[in-house]
Protein backbone atom coordinates (compact mmCIF):
# COMPACT_ATOMS: atom_id res chain seq x y z
CA UNK A 1 0.00 0.00 0.00
CA UNK A 2 2.70 2.39 0.80
CA UNK A 3 4.89 1.08 -2.21
CA UNK A 4 1.74 2.40 -4.28
CA UNK A 5 1.56 5.40 -3.49
CA UNK A 6 5.27 6.09 -3.87
CA UNK A 7 4.72 4.21 -7.01
CA UNK A 8 2.50 7.31 -7.81
CA UNK A 9 4.50 10.07 -6.89
CA UNK A 10 7.53 8.37 -8.69
CA UNK A 11 5.56 8.70 -11.81
CA UNK A 12 4.32 11.80 -11.08
CA UNK A 13 7.58 13.24 -10.70
CA UNK A 14 8.75 11.67 -13.83
CA UNK A 15 5.36 13.01 -15.23
CA UNK A 16 6.67 16.00 -14.29
CA UNK A 17 10.03 16.07 -16.24
CA UNK A 18 11.89 15.96 -12.80
CA UNK A 19 15.38 13.86 -13.03
CA UNK A 20 15.38 10.67 -10.35
CA UNK A 21 18.40 10.30 -8.20
CA UNK A 22 20.48 7.46 -6.78
CA UNK A 23 19.05 7.84 -3.04
CA UNK A 24 15.16 8.65 -4.29
CA UNK A 25 12.70 6.41 -4.03
CA UNK A 26 12.17 4.25 -7.15
CA UNK A 27 10.52 0.90 -7.62
CA UNK A 28 12.73 -2.07 -8.12
CA UNK A 29 11.77 -2.67 -11.71
CA UNK A 30 13.05 0.91 -12.59
CA UNK A 31 16.84 0.06 -10.80
CA UNK A 32 16.94 -3.67 -12.43
CA UNK A 33 16.16 -2.08 -15.82
CA UNK A 34 18.53 0.61 -15.64
CA UNK A 35 21.55 -1.78 -14.32
CA UNK A 36 21.07 -3.40 -17.12
CA UNK A 37 21.14 -1.18 -19.70
CA UNK A 38 23.58 0.83 -18.13
CA UNK A 39 26.05 -2.12 -17.82
CA UNK A 40 25.36 -3.15 -21.40
CA UNK A 41 25.91 0.22 -22.44
CA UNK A 42 29.34 0.23 -20.40
CA UNK A 43 30.14 -3.40 -22.19
CA UNK A 44 29.40 -2.43 -25.66
CA UNK A 45 32.03 0.58 -25.26
CA UNK A 46 34.45 -1.02 -23.48
CA UNK A 47 34.48 -3.87 -26.16
CA UNK A 48 33.85 -1.74 -28.59
CA UNK A 49 37.30 -0.36 -28.55
CA UNK A 50 38.61 -4.23 -30.03
CA UNK A 51 37.59 -4.12 -33.12
CA UNK A 52 39.17 -0.72 -34.00
CA UNK A 53 42.47 -1.00 -31.69
CA UNK A 54 43.20 -3.49 -34.35
CA UNK A 55 43.87 -0.92 -36.87
CA UNK A 56 45.86 1.15 -34.75
CA UNK A 57 49.24 -0.13 -35.48
CA UNK A 58 48.32 -0.27 -39.23
CA UNK A 59 46.91 3.32 -39.43
CA UNK A 60 47.80 4.89 -43.14
CA UNK A 61 49.00 8.19 -41.74
CA UNK A 62 50.49 9.64 -38.39
CA UNK A 63 47.04 11.75 -38.90
CA UNK A 64 44.53 9.11 -38.51
CA UNK A 65 46.30 7.08 -35.86
CA UNK A 66 46.39 10.13 -33.70
CA UNK A 67 42.89 10.45 -33.96
CA UNK A 68 41.56 6.65 -33.98
CA UNK A 69 44.19 6.55 -30.90
CA UNK A 70 42.28 9.44 -29.25
CA UNK A 71 38.63 7.84 -30.09
CA UNK A 72 39.53 4.50 -28.75
CA UNK A 73 40.78 6.29 -25.72
CA UNK A 74 37.19 8.09 -25.73
CA UNK A 75 35.28 5.09 -25.72
CA UNK A 76 37.55 3.44 -22.21
CA UNK A 77 35.98 6.62 -20.86
CA UNK A 78 32.67 6.25 -21.77
CA UNK A 79 32.90 3.13 -20.21
CA UNK A 80 33.98 4.19 -17.16
CA UNK A 81 31.17 7.32 -17.11
CA UNK A 82 28.65 4.91 -17.77
CA UNK A 83 30.08 1.73 -15.00
CA UNK A 84 30.01 4.99 -12.38
CA UNK A 85 26.30 5.81 -13.25
CA UNK A 86 25.42 1.97 -13.01
CA UNK A 87 27.31 2.25 -9.25
CA UNK A 88 24.54 5.07 -8.04
CA UNK A 89 22.20 1.87 -8.54
CA UNK A 90 24.00 -0.32 -5.82
CA UNK A 91 26.11 -2.77 -8.01
CA UNK A 92 29.80 -2.95 -7.59
CA UNK A 93 31.79 -2.36 -10.82
CA UNK A 94 33.65 -5.32 -10.26
CA UNK A 95 30.58 -7.43 -10.01
CA UNK A 96 29.25 -6.18 -13.65
CA UNK A 97 32.97 -6.43 -15.17
CA UNK A 98 33.00 -10.09 -14.26
CA UNK A 99 29.74 -10.66 -15.68
CA UNK A 100 31.13 -9.13 -18.97
CA UNK A 101 34.23 -11.49 -18.85
CA UNK A 102 32.28 -14.81 -18.08
CA UNK A 103 29.79 -14.35 -20.07
CA UNK A 104 26.42 -13.71 -18.87
CA UNK A 105 26.47 -9.62 -19.72
CA UNK A 106 25.68 -8.24 -22.96
CA UNK A 107 26.79 -6.20 -25.35
CA UNK A 108 26.08 -4.81 -28.75
CA UNK A 109 26.53 -7.40 -31.20
CA UNK A 110 27.97 -4.98 -33.51
CA UNK A 111 31.00 -5.58 -32.26
CA UNK A 112 31.40 -9.03 -33.00
CA UNK A 113 32.34 -8.25 -36.61
CA UNK A 114 35.64 -8.08 -37.87
CA UNK A 115 37.18 -4.83 -39.03
CA UNK A 116 38.91 -6.61 -42.67
CA UNK A 117 40.47 -3.20 -43.99
CA UNK A 118 41.19 0.61 -42.97
CA UNK A 119 37.80 1.63 -44.51
CA UNK A 120 36.14 -0.44 -41.87
CA UNK A 121 37.35 2.10 -39.42
CA UNK A 122 35.91 5.15 -41.32
CA UNK A 123 32.70 3.21 -42.24
CA UNK A 124 32.45 2.35 -38.20
CA UNK A 125 32.96 6.16 -36.81
CA UNK A 126 30.46 7.13 -39.34
CA UNK A 127 27.55 4.59 -39.49
CA UNK A 128 28.65 2.66 -35.80
CA UNK A 129 28.79 6.04 -34.08
CA UNK A 130 26.01 7.59 -36.27
CA UNK A 131 23.48 5.05 -34.52
CA UNK A 132 25.24 5.30 -31.32
CA UNK A 133 24.74 9.13 -31.50
CA UNK A 134 21.22 8.77 -32.35
CA UNK A 135 20.39 6.73 -29.46
CA UNK A 136 22.80 8.49 -26.48
CA UNK A 137 21.01 11.92 -27.71
CA UNK A 138 17.82 10.22 -26.90
CA UNK A 139 19.63 8.91 -23.64
CA UNK A 140 20.57 12.08 -22.49
CA UNK A 141 17.07 13.00 -21.73
CA UNK A 142 16.06 9.90 -19.81
CA UNK A 143 14.74 10.03 -16.23
CA UNK A 144 17.86 8.90 -14.34
CA UNK A 145 20.19 11.78 -13.51
CA UNK A 146 23.56 10.18 -13.47
CA UNK A 147 22.51 8.06 -17.00
CA UNK A 148 21.48 11.13 -18.78
CA UNK A 149 24.12 13.21 -17.26
CA UNK A 150 27.05 10.71 -18.56
CA UNK A 151 25.38 10.46 -22.01
CA UNK A 152 25.38 14.40 -22.35
CA UNK A 153 29.19 13.89 -21.88
CA UNK A 154 29.41 11.22 -24.38
CA UNK A 155 27.76 12.95 -27.06
CA UNK A 156 29.92 15.85 -26.91
CA UNK A 157 32.44 13.73 -27.31
CA UNK A 158 30.94 11.18 -29.78
CA UNK A 159 30.95 14.25 -32.50
CA UNK A 160 34.05 13.59 -33.18
CA UNK A 161 34.23 10.04 -33.90
CA UNK A 162 31.30 10.19 -36.43
CA UNK A 163 33.50 12.90 -38.13
CA UNK A 164 36.43 11.29 -38.24
CA UNK A 165 35.28 8.06 -39.52
CA UNK A 166 32.88 9.91 -42.08
CA UNK A 167 36.04 12.16 -43.36
CA UNK A 168 37.78 8.65 -43.93
CA UNK A 169 35.08 7.83 -45.76
CA UNK A 170 34.89 10.59 -48.04
CA UNK A 171 38.64 10.04 -48.61
CA UNK A 172 38.49 6.50 -49.78
CA UNK A 173 35.36 7.12 -52.01
CA UNK A 174 37.49 10.20 -54.07
CA UNK A 175 40.28 7.89 -53.81
CA UNK A 176 41.83 5.28 -55.73
CA UNK A 177 39.57 2.97 -57.62
CA UNK A 178 40.77 -0.06 -55.31
CA UNK A 179 39.92 2.03 -52.35
CA UNK A 180 36.17 2.98 -53.94
CA UNK A 181 36.11 -0.83 -53.62
CA UNK A 182 37.41 -1.09 -50.53
CA UNK A 183 35.27 1.94 -48.68
CA UNK A 184 31.94 0.47 -50.92
CA UNK A 185 32.90 -3.11 -49.62
CA UNK A 186 32.79 -1.78 -46.22
CA UNK A 187 29.39 0.13 -45.75
CA UNK A 188 28.27 -3.09 -47.34
CA UNK A 189 29.15 -5.05 -44.24
CA UNK A 190 27.95 -2.50 -41.80
CA UNK A 191 25.27 -1.02 -43.39
CA UNK A 192 22.93 -3.61 -41.83
CA UNK A 193 24.54 -4.45 -38.67
CA UNK A 194 24.47 -0.87 -37.93
CA UNK A 195 20.12 -0.89 -38.12
CA UNK A 196 19.88 -3.63 -35.57
CA UNK A 197 21.59 -1.77 -33.24
CA UNK A 198 18.72 0.14 -32.26
CA UNK A 199 17.17 -3.39 -31.21
CA UNK A 200 14.31 -5.37 -31.74
CA UNK A 201 10.98 -4.49 -33.75
CA UNK A 202 8.71 -2.55 -31.42
CA UNK A 203 6.40 -5.36 -31.62
CA UNK A 204 9.15 -7.56 -30.52
CA UNK A 205 10.73 -5.45 -27.78
CA UNK A 206 8.70 -6.68 -24.10
CA UNK A 207 11.05 -4.27 -22.32
CA UNK A 208 9.99 -1.13 -24.33
CA UNK A 209 6.53 -0.09 -23.16
CA UNK A 210 7.68 -0.21 -19.45
CA UNK A 211 10.98 1.92 -20.43
CA UNK A 212 9.38 4.38 -22.49
CA UNK A 213 6.49 4.68 -19.29
CA UNK A 214 9.16 5.72 -17.11
CA UNK A 215 11.46 7.69 -19.80
CA UNK A 216 14.03 5.60 -19.12
CA UNK A 217 13.39 5.48 -23.33
CA UNK A 218 12.14 8.46 -24.87
CA UNK A 219 11.51 6.86 -28.21
CA UNK A 220 11.30 3.17 -30.01
CA UNK A 221 13.74 1.41 -31.43
CA UNK A 222 11.85 1.21 -34.38
CA UNK A 223 11.27 5.55 -34.13
CA UNK A 224 15.61 6.24 -33.89
CA UNK A 225 15.92 3.63 -36.37
CA UNK A 226 14.12 5.58 -38.58
CA UNK A 227 15.87 8.45 -37.42
CA UNK A 228 19.05 7.04 -37.84
CA UNK A 229 18.16 6.13 -41.72
CA UNK A 230 16.89 9.53 -42.90
CA UNK A 231 20.13 10.99 -41.49
CA UNK A 232 22.34 8.29 -42.95
CA UNK A 233 21.11 8.87 -46.85
CA UNK A 234 21.73 12.31 -47.68
CA UNK A 235 25.05 11.63 -46.57
CA UNK A 236 25.88 8.57 -48.13
CA UNK A 237 24.64 10.71 -51.03
CA UNK A 238 27.39 13.10 -50.53
CA UNK A 239 30.32 10.41 -50.70
CA UNK A 240 29.15 8.86 -53.87
CA UNK A 241 28.86 5.56 -51.43
CA UNK A 242 26.00 3.43 -52.18
CA UNK A 243 23.67 1.86 -49.48
CA UNK A 244 22.97 -1.92 -50.30
CA UNK A 245 19.47 -2.03 -50.03
CA UNK A 246 17.50 -1.66 -52.90
CA UNK A 247 14.38 -1.31 -51.56
CA UNK A 248 15.89 1.99 -49.90
CA UNK A 249 13.20 5.03 -51.12
CA UNK A 250 11.78 8.14 -49.84
CA UNK A 251 8.15 7.93 -49.23
CA UNK A 252 6.90 11.48 -50.02
CA UNK A 253 3.94 10.42 -47.82
CA UNK A 254 5.43 9.71 -44.30
CA UNK A 255 8.80 11.68 -45.11
CA UNK A 256 10.97 9.18 -44.28
CA UNK A 257 13.22 6.62 -46.48
CA UNK A 258 11.56 3.12 -46.36
CA UNK A 259 14.50 0.44 -46.19
CA UNK A 260 14.05 -3.40 -46.77
CA UNK A 261 13.71 -6.20 -44.07
CA UNK A 262 15.98 -7.01 -41.58
CA UNK A 263 18.02 -9.75 -40.79
CA UNK A 264 16.67 -10.71 -37.19
CA UNK A 265 18.20 -14.53 -37.44
CA UNK A 266 21.50 -13.55 -37.85
CA UNK A 267 21.15 -10.61 -34.85
CA UNK A 268 19.66 -13.01 -32.60
CA UNK A 269 22.60 -15.54 -33.29
CA UNK A 270 25.03 -13.15 -32.92
CA UNK A 271 23.93 -12.05 -29.28
CA UNK A 272 23.54 -15.44 -28.73
CA UNK A 273 27.66 -16.15 -29.16
CA UNK A 274 27.59 -16.99 -32.39
CA UNK A 275 28.73 -14.11 -34.11
CA UNK A 276 32.46 -13.76 -36.14
CA UNK A 277 34.55 -12.79 -33.30
CA UNK A 278 31.92 -13.07 -30.21
CA UNK A 279 34.69 -15.97 -28.58
CA UNK A 280 37.90 -13.43 -30.16
CA UNK A 281 36.69 -10.38 -28.51
CA UNK A 282 35.75 -11.82 -25.17
CA UNK A 283 39.35 -13.91 -25.28
CA UNK A 284 41.06 -10.43 -25.15
CA UNK A 285 39.12 -8.47 -22.56
CA UNK A 286 39.74 -11.79 -19.92
CA UNK A 287 43.88 -11.52 -21.60
CA UNK A 288 43.92 -7.73 -21.15
CA UNK A 289 41.96 -8.09 -17.48
CA UNK A 290 44.36 -10.52 -16.20
CA UNK A 291 47.53 -8.78 -17.76
CA UNK A 292 46.06 -5.68 -16.06
CA UNK A 293 46.38 -7.62 -12.40
CA UNK A 294 49.88 -7.05 -11.57
CA UNK A 295 49.47 -2.58 -11.99
CA UNK A 296 46.32 -2.91 -9.86
CA UNK A 297 47.54 -4.93 -7.14
CA UNK A 298 51.22 -2.56 -7.86
CA UNK A 299 49.16 0.35 -7.29
CA UNK A 300 47.75 -1.12 -4.33
CA UNK A 301 50.46 -2.00 -2.33
CA UNK A 302 52.36 1.13 -2.75
CA UNK A 303 48.59 2.83 -1.65
CA UNK A 304 49.15 0.31 1.46
CA UNK A 305 52.67 1.13 2.05
CA UNK A 306 52.34 4.86 1.88
CA UNK A 307 49.27 4.61 4.20
CA UNK A 308 51.28 2.77 6.91
CA UNK A 309 54.32 4.91 6.55
CA UNK B 1 18.42 -2.96 -2.52
CA UNK B 2 18.18 -0.88 1.03
CA UNK B 3 17.87 2.31 0.77
CA UNK B 4 21.45 3.74 2.39
CA UNK B 5 21.63 6.58 4.38
CA UNK B 6 23.79 9.76 4.79
CA UNK B 7 26.26 8.01 2.53
CA UNK B 8 26.63 9.12 -1.43
CA UNK B 9 27.33 5.17 -2.35
CA UNK B 10 27.42 1.90 -1.39
CA UNK B 11 30.11 0.57 1.13
CA UNK B 12 32.82 0.23 -2.02
CA UNK B 13 34.81 -1.99 -0.37
CA UNK B 14 32.00 -4.37 0.40
CA UNK B 15 32.67 -7.53 -1.55
CA UNK B 16 36.12 -7.36 -1.34
CA UNK B 17 37.32 -10.30 0.08
CA UNK B 18 35.33 -12.70 -1.99
CA UNK B 19 36.60 -11.18 -5.65
CA UNK B 20 38.78 -13.63 -6.48
CA UNK B 21 41.69 -12.45 -5.50
CA UNK B 22 41.08 -8.90 -7.43
CA UNK B 23 40.88 -6.10 -5.47
CA UNK B 24 38.43 -3.10 -5.87
CA UNK B 25 39.90 0.19 -4.96
CA UNK B 26 37.36 2.72 -3.35
CA UNK B 27 35.32 4.88 -5.05
CA UNK B 28 36.17 8.48 -5.31
CA UNK B 29 33.69 11.33 -6.09
CA UNK B 30 35.27 14.02 -8.73
CA UNK B 31 34.65 17.37 -8.90
CA UNK B 32 35.95 20.00 -11.32
CA UNK B 33 36.70 23.29 -11.54
CA UNK B 34 35.87 24.64 -15.66
CA UNK B 35 37.69 27.97 -15.23
CA UNK B 36 39.61 30.49 -12.74
CA UNK B 37 36.52 31.83 -10.70
CA UNK B 38 34.18 29.11 -11.33
CA UNK B 39 32.63 26.53 -9.15
CA UNK B 40 33.53 22.99 -8.62
CA UNK B 41 31.39 21.05 -9.87
CA UNK B 42 30.27 17.19 -9.95
CA UNK B 43 31.74 15.29 -12.83
CA UNK B 44 31.55 11.69 -11.69
CA UNK B 45 33.31 9.22 -9.73
CA UNK B 46 36.03 7.06 -10.00
CA UNK B 47 37.93 3.67 -8.62
CA UNK B 48 41.67 4.28 -7.21
CA UNK B 49 43.64 3.03 -4.82
CA UNK B 50 44.86 6.34 -3.34
CA UNK B 51 44.18 10.15 -3.55
CA UNK B 52 47.45 10.60 -5.88
CA UNK B 53 46.62 8.06 -8.87
CA UNK B 54 42.84 9.67 -8.06
CA UNK B 55 43.78 12.86 -9.14
CA UNK B 56 45.46 11.20 -12.37
CA UNK B 57 42.82 8.95 -13.18
CA UNK B 58 40.36 12.02 -12.77
CA UNK B 59 42.63 14.13 -15.53
CA UNK B 60 42.55 10.98 -17.75
CA UNK B 61 38.75 10.31 -17.52
CA UNK B 62 36.84 13.98 -17.07
CA UNK B 63 39.35 16.49 -18.36
CA UNK B 64 40.66 14.66 -22.17
CA UNK B 65 39.91 18.00 -23.83
CA UNK B 66 41.00 20.57 -21.49
CA UNK B 67 37.62 20.48 -19.16
CA UNK B 68 39.30 21.49 -15.93
CA UNK B 69 41.50 23.75 -14.27
CA UNK B 70 41.40 22.32 -10.60
CA UNK B 71 40.57 19.33 -9.83
CA UNK B 72 39.42 18.21 -6.42
CA UNK B 73 38.74 14.11 -5.41
CA UNK B 74 37.37 12.69 -2.24
CA UNK B 75 36.43 9.79 -0.98
CA UNK B 76 32.69 8.68 -1.41
CA UNK B 77 32.44 6.91 2.00
CA UNK B 78 33.63 10.81 3.06
CA UNK B 79 30.49 12.11 1.59
CA UNK B 80 27.90 13.07 3.87
CA UNK B 81 24.48 13.87 1.98
CA UNK B 82 20.76 14.79 2.99
CA UNK B 83 18.40 12.03 2.12
CA UNK B 84 15.06 12.65 -0.20
CA UNK B 85 12.80 11.58 2.37
CA UNK B 86 13.85 14.02 5.19
CA UNK B 87 14.12 16.69 2.50
CA UNK B 88 10.44 18.08 3.87
CA UNK B 89 11.63 18.71 7.44
CA UNK B 90 14.94 19.44 6.77
CA UNK B 91 14.39 22.23 3.87
CA UNK B 92 11.13 23.82 5.11
CA UNK B 93 12.21 25.82 7.47
CA UNK B 94 12.91 28.57 4.16
CA UNK B 95 10.14 28.05 2.62
CA UNK B 96 8.16 30.43 4.57
CA UNK B 97 10.68 33.51 5.37
CA UNK B 98 9.72 36.02 2.27
CA UNK B 99 11.32 38.35 4.05
CA UNK B 100 14.81 37.22 3.39
CA UNK B 101 14.22 38.23 -0.01
CA UNK B 102 14.32 42.33 -1.10
CA UNK B 103 10.83 41.63 -3.49
CA UNK B 104 9.55 41.27 0.43
CA UNK B 105 9.87 45.40 1.31
CA UNK B 106 8.13 48.45 0.11
CA UNK B 107 10.23 51.18 -0.97
CA UNK B 108 8.75 55.00 -2.11
CA UNK B 109 8.54 55.51 -5.92
CA UNK B 110 11.13 57.14 -7.27
CA UNK B 111 13.95 56.27 -5.26
CA UNK B 112 17.03 54.97 -7.49
CA UNK B 113 19.78 52.49 -7.43
CA UNK B 114 18.64 51.43 -3.91
Known sequence: ??????????????????????????????????????????????????????????????????????????????????????????????????????????????FNYPTLTWADIGTIGWLVDGAAIVN?????????????RANIRICKEENFHKKQGYEIVATMAKGTPEQKRMVQDAVNRWWWPSLTMF??????????????????????????????????????????VALPDPDLKYNSKTGNWDFGALNWDEFFAVIKGNGPCNRQRMRARRIAHENGKWVRDAAGAYAAKKRAA | M?????????????????????????????????????????????????????????????????EAVNIWVVESKNITATTPEDNPTFFEPAADKIYRHPQFYKIPRGVKNL
Not at chain 1, 139 to 145: I, P, Q, R, T, V
Not at chain 1, 208 to 227: C, F, G, I, P, T
Not at chain 2, 33 to 49: F, I, N, R, V
Open chain 1, 1 to 110: MEDESKLRAFEARIEAGEKIEPKDWMPERYRKQLIRMISQHAHSEIVGMLPEGNWITRAPSLRRKMGLLAKVQDEAGHGLYLYCSAETLGVDRSEVVDQLLYGTAKYSSI
Open chain 1, 136 to 148: QTMLAKCSYGPYS
Open chain 1, 199 to 240: GPPDKDSPNSAELMKWQVKLQSNDELRQRFVNLTVPQASVVG
Open chain 2, 2 to 66: PQRKGQLKGSPMSKDQNHQGDSQWPIWEVFVQAKTGAPHEHAGSLHAPDAEIALQNARDVYSRRS
